[in-house]
């Protein structure tokens, strides 16, 4: 147990310190963590909306503060270029990342093209039950894009790693509001980047 917690810890600081300088971004993470947690609640009554609060909200500002606001230039404060970082990731970086939206953006227009998904699912008769066949296949493309990268983890690293990893991914939403709940208001205050010697 203490070497999971251990492990569990080491994953979350070297997530928060390489991915995570830019003000914007972590506001962003933010207003994710909070639409995840309202996606976990809708778990529990409706599947498929939780799906869409979660990829159309959750992920979608997660995700653009990593693409368009993080800085991808040589970290000075770890002493790290971009590259290096994106080597050593244990999660998704941003090559990933950029496979697994488009694999989101790709669903709803194949299911426009074929409504019931090559026989998976009832098709929609209306706006709504469009959408919501959308969310129940961003729900299975987030179990599979979480089970396919433990899978790796346990492959590449071992079970430690990918066991903490998926435990880290879950509970990330609690863990960026303890974070980042100040990230607005140094924003407000004309703070860009976390801490003034990450401009380096």
């Not at 809708?42 to 993080?70: C, K, N, Y």
């Not at 270029?81 to 488009?102: D, F, P, Q, S």
Request: positive net charge; glycine residues 6%.
């Amino acid at each position: 147990m203490n070497a999971f917690l251990h492990t569990l810890r080491t994953q979350r600081w070297d997530d928060h310190r390489y991915y995570h300088h830019s003000r914007i971004n972590q506001t962003l993470h933010l207003i994710s963590a909070i639409s995840f947690l309202v996606a976990y609640v809708w778990l529990w009554i409706d599947p498929a909306v939780a799906a869409l609060i979660g990829w159309g909200i959750s992920m979608v500002t997660r995700q653009s503060g990593h693409f368009f606001f993080e800085p991808k230039g040589y970290d000075h404060v770890n002493q790290a270029t971009h590259e290096y970082k994106e080597a050593i990731k244990v999660g998704y970086n941003l090559r990933r990342k950029t496979v697994l939206m488009a694999l989101w953006a790709a669903i709803p227009v194949l299911l426009w093209w074929d409504p019931d998904f090559f026989g998976w699912l009832q098709p929609h008769s209306d706006n709504w039950g469009f959408w919501r066949n959308v969310g129940w296949l961003w729900l299975w493309l987030a179990i599979g894009g979480l089970l396919f990268r433990v899978v790796q983890l346990w492959w590449t690293h071992n079970a430690l790693t990918a066991l903490a990893w998926a435990t880290k991914i879950l509970t990330d939403p609690f863990h960026d509001i303890k974070l980042y709940h100040r990230a607005p208001l140094h924003l407000w205050r004309g703070q860009r980047l976390d801490g003034e010697q990450r401009a380096g």
